[in-house]
């Protein structure tokens, strides 16, 4: 082995100078000096890995020397050190290496190692023929390296100044390192140092490429396993990515859409009336407005429950551009129609239950307003009896009042009883937007007062006040409806102002509509609530409200039948005592 690497034409400045000498041409030498260098500089730049790198290097300073090993340390944390052996050295070579090694470090002012830290980070980078175990495995004799450093030479290893390493060659003979080739084998030092940063960086990078593919495909198969529909466009509202779920869901609404698909131009030339308004949702994600929760019919108009879509999208932003337009949009979709088919089952059991509260109640009515009427008549027939006898007994004393002030009570309860069942079956109405009103000319006055009678029968500490503000009360509504809404906010003002206290309701008119406002006494809304009592089955939890009965209706139906006649309602607090519910109704008649 070792004639074979002496027998490798050895280029030493000598050979050059008496090259120079013999033919007196130096320009020869230098042109074989470029060579050499160009060379060695090519087969660095061919190397693609650390181990081509110890390849070039140890084929170029043989070029120069005859020596026993080189070594390389990279300053990576940890440290990395490379052994590159010419032919196999023997264990206390090699440890005698290391110490050499680790106290030139801490000459250069590298990190502190110790010699334990650098012989653990050591690799032997050596032909298998080469390796350690063959070394230890084989005969003393056949081992060629003996255990005594005789010479070695440190060079650091600089990249644009900076160091990164260490370069050190080692023999066992004395005097191997002639200095008068240092500066070449600076050079070749500083080639292997760019050639190791160009691999590092090209390991970087491969590095950075496999996380970022192992993320995309993590990423991919998120999104093809998601149960929810995901669907992405561009800028212009073309589709560039739909997920399995997309494309399973929209397939059920029989549209075929695929990737790439300029979403609006299909909504145009199809007469699919969802896709104009899933584009709708599109368009306006991309103004740069999330929209949350838009529910789509996707099946067919004549099935019970049609396919049901909830679509999410928000505007997709190039996060490298501060306020930048949206570069797309993402948007979810799910199937809400399991969630229609329960509701529809509920409102349907509602209705039914509803339905069948109605006939009793009906009764209950019915009857109670018989009996009063019948104690009424005999109290009238009583009073005139006593009135003739100039009797100095008073009505008021007698059972039958009794029982009259009682029956009051029942039939206001049942009144109550009835609008919270005309509530339920209200619900489905307003629910599938079938609130049909039968409009009819009466004056709205007549029905605020009948209501307020009706209320007052069973708030014995509450004042109801009626203050009417305008001259002509006429309106063109429907009358039942009206004294349902009326009723549902009087009902609330007793109920919450469980104190009793003054009820006022007040009728005026501005710009065109009545305005109606019922001000109670009572526990009022706190200011966190005031935007969500008008919602479906919405009660206040508070300590407060805790304690009355009710099911959060009353007040969804009663907005629902405001609208309906084209007004609006609104509750304002009353700075700490109550609360005031104000509606309006438009005063023109009714143009059907
Ligand atoms: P409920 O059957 O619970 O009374 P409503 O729809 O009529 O249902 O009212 C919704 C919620 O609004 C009630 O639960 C209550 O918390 C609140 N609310 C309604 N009216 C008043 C009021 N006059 N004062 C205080 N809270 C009220």
Redesign the pocket.
């Known amino acids: 082995m070792e004639s074979s690497v002496q027998s490798q034409s050895r280029l030493t400045e000598s050979a050059y100078r008496s090259s120079y000498i013999r033919n007196g041409d130096r320009l020869a030498a230098i042109l074989q000096e470029m060579e050499y260098l160009n060379t060695i500089g090519k087969s660095f730049v061919a190397a693609i890995d650390r181990f081509q790198v110890h390849r070039a290097l140890l084929a170029a300073l043989q070029k120069l020397y005859s020596f026993a090993a080189c070594t390389i340390l990279l300053k990576s944390d940890p440290f990395e050190l490379s052994i590159i052996p010419c032919y196999p050295l023997s264990q206390a070579f090699l440890a005698a290496m290391i110490e050499r090694i680790a106290s030139a470090a801490s000459v250069m002012d590298f990190p502190a190692v110790s010699v334990k830290e650098l012989a653990n980070a050591s690799y032997l980078d050596a032909p298998d023929e080469l390796s350690i175990t063959q070394q230890l495995d084989a005969p003393v004799q056949d081992m060629i390296g003996g255990a005594e450093i005789g010479s070695f030479l440190n060079i650091p290893l600089t990249v644009e100044n900076r160091i990164v390493g260490m370069l050190s060659l080692f023999d066992e003979r004395e005097g191997t390192f002639d200095t008068d080739l240092l500066k070449l084998t600076t050079m070749i030092a500083d080639y292997a140092a760019v050639a190791l940063e160009n691999v590092r960086l090209r390991e970087q990078e491969t590095a950075l490429w496999r996380q970022a593919e192992i993320g995309r495909q993590r990423l991919e198969l998120i999104i093809s396993s998601m149960a929810e529909g995901l669907l992405i466009t561009n800028e212009r509202g073309g589709i560039t990515l739909l997920n399995v779920s997309a494309q399973h869901l929209l397939a059920q609404a029989q549209l075929d859409l695929k990737q790439n698909t300029p979403l609006r131009k299909l909504a145009l030339a199809s007469n699919v009336s969802w896709l104009h308004k899933l584009a709708d949702i599109i368009d306006e994600a991309l103004t740069g407005v999330t929209v949350m929760n838009q529910e789509l019919i996707a099946g067919e108009a004549g099935e019970s429950v049609p396919l049901t879509l909830s679509i999410s999208a928000a505007p997709l932003h190039d996060a490298s551009q501060s306020q930048s337009q949206p570069i797309g949009v993402v948007a979810v979709l799910n199937d809400v129609t399991a969630n229609k088919q329960i509701e529809k089952l509920k409102d349907e059991f509602v209705s039914v239950v509803s339905h069948e509260l109605r006939s009793p109640l009906t009764a209950i009515k019915g009857y109670t307003q018989h009996l009063i009427r019948r104690i009424e008549r005999r109290l009238r027939k009583t009073q005139q009896e006593h009135q003739q006898q100039s009797s100095a007994i008073s009505v008021v004393d007698l059972p039958e009042s009794y029982d009259l002030r009682s029956l009051g009570i029942i039939q206001s309860q049942a009144n109550h009883l009835e609008r ?1 069942v005309n509530d339920l079956l209200d619900l489905s109405q307003v629910q599938w937007g079938k609130l049909h009103l039968q409009y009819s000319s009466f004056y709205l006055a007549d029905v605020l007062a009948e209501s307020i009678r009706s209320a007052q029968a069973s708030a014995e500490q509450h004042t109801i006040y009626l203050d009417i503000a305008v001259q002509d009360t006429k309106i063109v509504a429907d009358k039942m409806r009206m004294s349902q809404v009326i009723g ?2 009087l ?3 007793i ?3 469980p104190q009793g206290g003054l009820v006022t309701v007040k009728l005026e008119e501005r710009e065109g509509d009545y305005l109606v406002s019922i001000t ?1 006494q ?4 706190s200011q966190e ?1 005031l935007d969500h ?2 919602e479906r089955f ?3 939890r508070n300590t407060a ?1 805790r304690q ?9 139906v ?1 907005k629902a039948i405001v609208e309906e006649h084209g007004g609006h309602i609104w ?1 304002t607090n009353n700075k700490g005592l ?2 005031t ?1 104000s509606f309006t109704v438009p005063v023109a008649a009714h143009a059907d």
Do not use: H, Q
Request: hydrophobic content about 35%; glycine content about 18%.
């Open positions: 919270l549902n906010i009902d609330n003002a109920k919450y102002s109670d009572g526990i009022g809304i609530y009592i008008f919405y009660r206040v409200s009355y009965s009710g099911i959060g209706l009353g007040l969804y009663t509750v109550g609360c519910f």
